[in-house]
């Protein structure tokens, strides 16, 4: 396994991780990922090549400041030390970081944009999953619920016909202001848009892209302070996402 390295120094690494590896064990379980390696991890390559992170946090993720789900690419941020560790974390708990993702969703999304505000807990029907809970239901009470906030903009419009059948797609950029787990897919998944390619938030017979064999979900812009200057690093879509988006069509009938 070959991971991009897109920025390093004395203090963290940023890599641009790619689809189908999951950055770190959460369970004892091991399974199998999309490459064919048995449970081998982000973390798992960083510890054998960079030994010194076994002394960065604690054990599973030693120095991995934050997560991205397995089937999302993009930048992710390690500490090279428990002093940056410790203060990214605190930057990510305060809001501080500016995180950007390219969401391509099910339909057409009309608004320009918009704020999805909602609590989200743990999916009672299926533990793999969150749920959006509004403040005031009362299937709400009693849960452990956390507050969620996600931004979008509507980037483009898109279509792909095949025969008498037209397909129509919408590409956004995501932006979340709390860290949730899966909150992006959950979000858009309560919107009636679910993310192109995500099997367990989309819809039954949700369609999808030709060529597309995964979560068409990427990161690709961070922002944040360290060291007292301000740190902004970019990842361009990767080939597989970028083809499927360039054989679809501008639909410009918005």
Known sequence: MELEVIYEDKDILVIDKPAGIIVFPERKIKEKISCGEQSRTIID??????????????????????????????ILLIAKNNETLEFLQRQFRERRVIKKYLALVIGKINERGGEINTLIGRAPKDRRKQKVYLPFEPEAKGKKLRKAITEYRVLAHLRQDSGEKTRYYTLIEAIPKTGRKHQIRCHLAHLSHPIAGDKLYGF???????????????????????????????????????????????????
Do not use: C, M
């Open 45 to 74: 390559y960083f510890l054998e090549k960079f030994p010194i992170l076994k002394n960065v946090g604690q054990s599973p993720r030693f120095g991995i400041v934050h997560r991205l789900d397995k089937e999302t690419s993009g």
């Open 204 to 254: 039954k017979n949700q369609p999808k892209p030709q060529h597309l064999n995964r979560l068409f979900l990427h990161a690709y812009y961070l922002k944040t302070n360290l060291n007292d200057r301000e740190i902004e690093f970019k990842s361009d879509l990767p080939k597989d996402l970028k083809d499927v988006s360039e054989k679809l069509n501008y639909d410009d009938k918005n």
